[in-house]
């Protein structure tokens, strides 16, 4: 079959059915004039990308489809363009795999433009488990970052990923441009989507002639194409199917090329709409009349026959097409890490290391590996280091999409910057069924020891405040608990771990409790505690909290005569789970030292602890110390036993 034609009727169809499932609840065929039950009344949905992302995903399925022996995968960065992921999948036969109400059949094709755009369940965005859903990430601007990260030291992939000219003013994919440079072998070729317009208003790319849109890729270092279409007409499917397929050939070997895909937003509808251009159809026959035309000139009937089967040309070019995504590699296995008791740096960098000597490993780090006392690794060809937080994540997300391991190294203070795309990678997380490595996040410079700028733990208080059971934020008392935290971490699936390290030295504490706190995540420090049933309750969640608890301990039980117990945190998560009913007594007053915001504390135990009081981070009013903060915040020996004299105070009352 004739690859322009099988293209072109690619595209009709997913375009097509994706005005159809805008538009209608039956009669998806548009064999009779659309009756008032048959139409939407309140179309709901987005339009304006649907013609050029379904004419790009039409091409890179055809081509993957004539390599059978590579990987190219294509990369929707546009979560609106759903609509047409779910036309295709349809029309594959995958999304009936997915759910039987959408059989290959018209009972099938209507229930697909009934349910849209819930889908029962399946909702109206991208969706991963779906062809053409490799982006695990889920937020604006962080596609092409992903699929940097996903074609990551793999010769025999291509990665698409088709962005828009919106997304391109995002601050991720601005600096994702410019950092392909920091990994050359990652063979990429972006699509970039030029209709003209972000959501509300005209985009910045769109307002650039020809000769500045190259000027501005070939700055950045991309050699550029340039494909003009809007009549749809195969000339025009032959001009970007060949800067598709020497893009590809170009990417293999090493070259940075991109392809702008210009077009007119929503082009081949009555009007260049973001949203549902027809929004009047239930009091509007006129309207009604528009859309039965508008979907007449896609030509349905060369493409569907009566029972809503792809017919001719699409029949044998669904035959053709290749919508993959990468399989994920079985885990290496991998010698437990041993805490030595040779500090942060030593037994970190160790737990590293072997992780790194299995090959499917990678550390990102925006340029602070040094700062952060790993500077050792700096030069390892497993190690990528670049000053953009948000790439760093996609180029993480997009590693481990493929079944690798990998972990950021950041500053607490420029963690919230990833706040937006961890949410979108759990809210994706859920929807597939593959439980692939973790991501994991180790934060080893803290408010604390930093200045005033540098002092921000929003990240972990909301990824907490989200109550998603795969978030775990470890905060280990000691380097050596670090070491396991960290080496845990990289072995789990299906989580997002975040360490909270600090690299400065500390105490180190017995170690009779690990295989507890990294078992349920919290334990009894018996070594401090008094037997039986406490007056107070010391619970420690951090270094610093750990050494100033462990200092306190004393000076508060002879002041008051007390029985204290003294309990561990490991991983902050446990505290909203069954195992603190092993260490804590809703009864009994409960003093909580954290690094962290107190509120994410009351947070966890509301409801579950009488008498609470939390000693964490206080946003100082101006640059302070480090002894400074922490007395303002509370966190030193002064503040903590001040605390715990006023829940010791309330007893019996």
Not at 25 to 54: M, Y
Not at 376 to 389: F, M, N, R, Y
Not at 558 to 587: K, T
């Amino acid at each position: 079959m004739d690859l322009l034609s099988s293209a072109d009727a690619l595209w009709r169809a997913a375009t097509y059915l994706s005005v159809a499932q805008l538009h209608l609840r039956a009669n998806p065929l548009s064999t009779r004039p659309f009756r008032l039950c048959e139409v939407k009344q309140r179309p709901s949905g987005h339009w304006g990308t649907v013609p050029g992302i379904a004419w790009a995903l039409a091409h890179v399925g055809l081509a993957a489809g004539r390599c059978p022996d590579e990987e190219i995968i294509p990369v929707i960065g546009a979560g609106h363009a759903g609509i047409v992921q779910r036309a295709l999948a349809w029309m594959t036969g995958d999304l009936g795999k997915a759910d039987s109400r959408f059989g290959r059949d018209i009972a099938g094709l209507t229930a697909l433009v009934a349910s849209f755009p819930d889908g029962y369940g399946l909702g109206s965005e991208v969706h991963p488990a779906l062809p053409a859903g490799a982006y695990m990430g889920g937020w604006l601007g962080g596609a092409l970052a992903f699929a940097q990260g996903m074609a990551l030291d793999e010769p025999s992939r291509v990665v698409i990923p088709i962005v828009g000219d919106g997304e391109c003013e995002t601050p991720t994919t601005a600096a994702s441009w410019l950092a392909q440079r920091a990994i050359p072998a990652a063979r990429v070729l972006p699509v970039v989507h030029l209709n003209g317009h972000r959501m509300g208003g005209p985009s910045l790319l769109g307002a650039m002639n020809d000769g500045q849109l190259v000027a501005y890729a070939c700055g950045l270092g991309w050699e550029p194409a340039i494909a003009h279409v809007g009549t749809g007409s195969l000339a025009e499917h032959a001009a970007f199917h060949e800067a598709l397929v020497d893009g590809i050939d170009a990417a293999r070997r090493g070259e940075r090329r991109l392809v702008f895909l210009r077009c007119v937003k929503g082009w081949s509808g009555p009007i260049g709409a973001h949203k549902t251009p027809l929004t009047d159809l239930a009091t509007n026959p006129h309207q009604r009349l528009q859309l039965r035309e508008w979907m007449s000139s896609y030509q349905p009937h060369e493409l569907f026959g009566d029972d809503a089967q792809p017919a001719g040309v699409l029949a044998s070019a669904l035959n053709e097409i290749r919508l993959c995504r990468p399989q994920p590699a079985e885990p290496p296995v991998i010698p437990a890490a041993a805490p030595t008791g040779r500090g942060f740096s030593t037994e970190v960098a160790a737990v590293l290391g072997a992780h790194a000597a299995s090959g499917d490993f990678k550390i990102f780090s925006p340029d602070e590996l040094r700062s952060n006392r790993l500077g050792d690794l700096a030069g390892e060809p497993w190690v990528h280091e670049v000053l953009a937080e948000e790439v760093l994540l996609g180029w993480l997300a997009g590693w481990i999409a493929s079944g690798r391991r990998g972990v950021l190294i950041s500053y607490e203070a420029f963690a919230p910057l990833l706040l937006t795309g961890l949410v979108g990678h759990l809210k994706q997380r859920r929807l597939v069924n593959v439980r692939l490595p973790s991501i994991n996040l180790l934060l080893t410079s803290y408010g604390w020891h930093n200045v005033y700028t540098h002092g921000d733990p929003s990240l972990v208080t909301a990824l907490l405040g989200t109550g998603d059971p795969a978030v775990h934020v470890f905060t280990p008392a000691d380097a050596d608990r670090a070491a396991l935290a960290l080496d845990d971490a990289l072995r789990s699936t299906g989580q997002v771990n975040v360490i909270i390290a600090g690299k400065h030295s500390t105490p180190s504490h017995p170690s009779e409790t690990m295989d507890c706190e990294r078992r349920h995540g919290l334990a009894i420090w018996n070594h401090l505690s008094d037997p039986g049933e406490p007056d107070l309750t010391l619970v420690c969640a951090g270094d610093l909290a750990a050494a100033i608890v462990s200092e306190a301990v004393e000076p508060i039980r002879e002041r008051h005569r007390c029985r204290l117990r003294v309990v561990n945190v490991h991983d902050l998560a446990s505290l909203a789970g069954p195992a603190i009913g092993r260490c804590i007594r809703e009864q009994t007053p409960v003093l909580v030292v954290t690094l962290g915001h107190p509120a994410a504390i009351r947070g966890l135990l509301a409801g579950r602890v009488r008498d609470l009081d939390v000693v964490g981070w206080r946003e100082p009013p101006h640059p302070m110390s480090q002894d400074g903060v922490a007395a303002y915040a509370g966190l030193d020996l002064a503040g903590i036993t001040r605390a715990a004299a006023a829940l010791l105070a309330n007893r019996g009352r």
